[in-house]
């Protein structure tokens, strides 16, 4: 059974930077492509960061040069480093997997906050 944990959320100052983290278990996430996802409160769920069993990341336009994701195969985790937050990031964050079905984290809260 995929489950996915995500963490690493928290209140923080805008210009600040937090590290989300998504542990996978029930699956090796080497050969699979992950992205980070956010939901803020009363909008959609979008696509915030992607990355491809190559190893390939693509962006949103208002996260890039700000926000890098990567994956760490040994650990069998995903990881979110966001920098220069801004308060239009705050949402609920995602990670997310699609590999024989969809499979999402519980989110994590990210509010930047003065």
């Known amino acids: 059974q995929v489950q996915l944990a995500d963490s690493g959320g928290g209140l923080v100052q805008p210009g600040g930077s937090l590290r989300l983290s998504c542990a996978a278990s029930?699956?090796?996430?080497?050969?699979?492509?992950m992205g980070w996802y956010r939901q803020a409160p009363g909008k959609e769920r979008e696509r915030v960061a992607y990355i491809s069993v190559f190893g390939t990341t693509n962006y949103a336009d208002f996260v890039r040069g700000r926000f890098t994701i990567s994956k760490d195969n040994a650990e069998n985790t995903m990881y979110l480093q966001m920098n220069s937050l801004k308060p239009e990031d705050t949402a609920v964050y995602y990670c997310n997997l699609a590999f024989r079905g969809n499979y999402w984290g519980q989110g994590t809260q990210v509010t930047v906050s003065s």
């Open positions: 029930g699956i090796n996430i080497r050969p699979v492509a």
